[in-house]
T-cell receptor
Framework: DAGVIQSPRHEVTEMGQEVTLRCKPISGHNSLFWYRQTMMRGLELLIY????????DSGMPEDRFSAKMPNASFSTLKIQPSEPRDSAVYFC?????????????FGPGTRLTVL | GDSVTQMEGPVTLSEEAFLTINCTYTATGYPSLFWYVQYPGEGLQLLLK?????DKGSNKGFEATYRKETTSFHLEKGSVQVSDSAVYFC????????????FGKGTTLSVSS
């Protein structure tokens, strides 16, 4: 089992540039979650999808952030324009569904540095 | 709203010491409770879970009991190893919100030989 795949693993960009983070969930999982982790704020849920439909995006910090899930095997998180305060590790996770006790499987994360 | 509070870290122990990491929660419904572990440079992975009051989750020598009366889910291990060094996250999933996990801030554990 390949697990959740994220790319790139590391991204360094300059302020104002567009950044796109990619995620491939585990096959058969129909819920997908994007998280951000920083020292200051800990782990934050940004948005999650069920059956490719966004369910809750209340955690998306600003309009500069957007996420899509065009099909069951791919999702993107885009930041445009990026700012230094967006520097963080971004995790994608997937689960079999939205039942309360379903385990979420996390990818290895993308470490984003905005200069 | 729902929330999770973990003890502040870092926690520094010697090998074979007893570990407790405290976790308390606030929830309006009947949440499921989880402990996730994050090893350096990796994503989080589920360590154990409990879905109802008085359930005990256990895995790899770690245990936690869902205590509704004290709204707690403390993580324990009788004898830690150097390989247990990691960040530990307590989390809850409110049934009303689906599986949108609410995480604590995480507790860093460092075990020395």
């Amino acid at each position: 089992d390949a697990g959740v795949i994220q790319s790139p693993r590391h991204e360094v960009t300059e302020m104002g540039q567009e950044v796109t983070l990619r995620c491939k969930p585990i096959s058969g999982h129909n819920s997908l979650f994007w998280y951000r982790q920083t020292m200051m704020r800990g782990l934050e849920l940004l948005i999650y999808f069920n059956n490719n439909v966004p369910i809750d995006d209340s955690g998306m910090p600003e309009d500069r952030f957007s996420a899509k899930m065009p099909n069951a095997s791919f999702s993107t998180l885009k930041i445009q324009p990026s700012e230094p305060r967006d520097s963080a590790v971004y995790f994608c996770a997937s689960s079999r569904g939205l039942a309360t006790n379903n385990e979420q499987f996390f990818g290895p994360g993308t470490r984003l540095t905005v200069l | 709203g729902d929330s999770v509070t973990q003890m502040e870290g870092p926690v520094t122990l010697s090998e074979e010491a007893f570990l407790t990491i405290n976790c308390t929660y606030t929830a309006t419904g009947y949440p499921s409770l989880f402990w996730y572990v994050q090893y350096p440079g990796e994503g989080l992975q589920l360590l154990l879970k409990a879905t109802k009051a008085d359930d005990k989750g256990s895995n790899k020598g770690f245990e936690a009991t869902y205590r509704k009366e004290t709204t707690s889910f403390h993580l324990e291990k009788g004898s830690v190893q150097v390989s247990d060094s990691a960040v530990y996250f307590c989390a809850l999933s409110d049934g009303q919100a689906g599986t949108a996990l609410i995480f604590g801030k995480g507790t860093t554990l460092s075990v020395s030989s």
